[in-house]
Structure formats: structure tokens, C-alpha cells
């Protein structure tokens, strides 16, 4: 297939990868088809199992663990980065974790403790991982994540994860004015509902699917090629004057009520 646009030579670190059918994967799909050296990461070793077919069809050149709740882990993943490349171009951000009891609660009844956990993986680690890629982006590069319109609308069953997109996205706003300067970018992708492996998590999210297909004007739903696309063209160089952007790839499902 013909690449959608050139990404040779650039190195890129895939966070969040789960399988096949993920959004990550459909990401690194589409940076490996324009040509991009890729690293990637599993959760642990029970999860590296579902990664690693991912990775060995992609060509990624090298996986290790992210567990970004294990101390020192994530630091020991961007060592890793400048040990074996000596600096990285983009990275994709595409982690998400509530505990289960406060994810499928009311919002108010959210414990201090699963509030922090979310937002502690969901939305800081974001802020971690764009503070130990600056050092290794001295030219620039552009950094990822990835949120849902539930950040600024009531979705029903999303519950807690609302909130925390919402701070992911203002992180996305910071992160890009304050690392303008130095030629990195910041961008939240905001995809329609997909049905991955993390989707699953949310109660009742195959009637939000549902919903969702009968009522998007261009009446089918985004797929995760379709996020790696998007994607693709925001980590090149035909998006460096684009940053700090939330941009929906959904059927125009933003644009209802």
C-alpha cells in the first residue's frame, strides 16, 4: 500500500499497544507503513504475549516493559530509548486505567484513591513520558495521546474516565506551550467509540457503539486504521506547524448533541 506520508528515519515509541484489534496498534501500523523505526512496550510479562506478534509483523525493533504504577520502570524505558537510538522523533501515549469499583460508579462516589490511580496512569504519566523524551528530542519531535469526547460531555457509563480525559487534554494545551520552544508538539487524538480490549472496561459500551452508528452523518464508525492515519500525519513533517490541538477522528459524531 502506498504510505500515506513519509516517516523514513524517524524513530517512534509506541506506548500501549494490548493486541492486534488496539488503537496503538492501528498507530504503529500506520508509522510503520510510512517508514518509521519503532520501539514499543508491553505491560508486564503476562501481556507480552499479545504484543509481541504485533511487534515481530510490524518490524518494531525492539520492545520492553511499561508499567508506568512500577517505580523507576518508565524512567528505565527512555534510558533504554537514548541507549539504543541516541534520541527519538515522536511518541504515542495510549494508556488508560481506572479501578473497576470507582470506573462503573457515579462520578461522586469515586474513592480519593481510584481518582488519583486514573489520573496518575491516564493523564500524568503523559506528562512524564514528554518530560523524559524532551532531552532526547533536540530537533524537535511531537508527542501523542490519546482521549474521548466524553472529556467534555456527559457520555453515560464513561463515569470517572470523563474527568480524567478532561485533565489529559488541558495537560496536551500545556504540554505543547511550554515545550513549543524547542520544536515538540502535543496533540490529544480524540477517536470515536472503538471496540478494543480497553473499551470492554466501560459498562455497557457496545449500546454506546450502537448509539453511536445510527447517529454519526457519515454513517459508519471510525476504525482503528483510521486513528493511524491520523496519526501518521500529525508525527510528520507536514503537520510541524500544527500543536496543541484535541483533534476528533469520529464520523463527525463531535458535532452532535
Not at 38 to 62: C, D, F, H, I, S
Not at 67 to 86: H, M, S
Not at 148 to 177: C, I, Q, W
Amino acid at each position: 500500500m502506498k504510505p500515506l506520508v513519509d516517516l523514513a528515519g524517524k524513530r517512534g515509541l509506541v506506548v500501549g499497544i494490548a493486541n492486534e484489534h488496539s488503537i496503538a496498534a492501528g498507530c504503529a501500523e500506520a508509522f510503520a507503513r510510512c517508514g518509521a523505526r519503532l520501539a514499543a512496550t508491553y505491560l508486564n510479562a503476562k501481556t507480552e504475549q499479545y504484543v509481541a506478534p504485533v511487534a515481530e509483523r510490524l518490524g518494531v525493533e525492539w520492545t520492553a516493559p511499561c508499567d508506568v504504577r512500577v517505580p523507576g520502570e518508565l524512567e528505565a524505558l527512555f534510558n533504554e530509548v537514548n541507549t539504543k537510538w541516541g534520541g527519538l522523533d515522536f511518541l504515542l501515549h495510549s494508556i488508560a486505567f481506572a479501578p473497576r469499583e470507582d470506573l462503573h460508579g457515579r462520578v461522586v462516589d469515586s474513592s480519593a484513591e481510584g481518582f488519583a490511580i486514573a489520573m496518575d496512569v491516564s493523564c500524568h504519566s503523559f506528562l512524564r513520558m514528554a518530560r523524559l523524551a524532551e532531552p532526547l528530542m533536540p530537533d524537535g519531535g511531537c508527542l501523542l495521546c490519546v482521549t474521548f469526547y466524553g472529556s467534555d460531555r456527559v457520555v453515560e457509563h464513561y463515569n470517572l474516565m470523563g474527568p480524567v480525559k478532561a485533565a489529559l487534554e488541558s495537560a496536551t494545551r500545556y504540554v505543547a506551550a511550554e515545550l513549543g520552544s524547542k520544536g515538540i508538539r502535543a496533540h490529544a487524538i480524540s477517536p470515536g467509540p472503538i471496540a478494543t480490549r480497553a473499551a470492554s472496561g466501560i459498562e455497557r459500551f457496545d449500546e454506546l457503539i450502537e448509539r453511536a452508528a445510527a447517529a454519526v452523518p457519515e454513517g459508519r464508525l471510525v476504525d482503528v486504521d483510521d486513528v493511524g492515519a491520523l496519526a501518521a500525519f500529525l508525527v510528520s513533517d507536514a503537520a510541524k506547524r500544527i500543536t496543541g490541538t484535541v483533534i476528533p477522528v469520529d464520523s463527525g459524531l463531535h458535532l452532535l448533541a
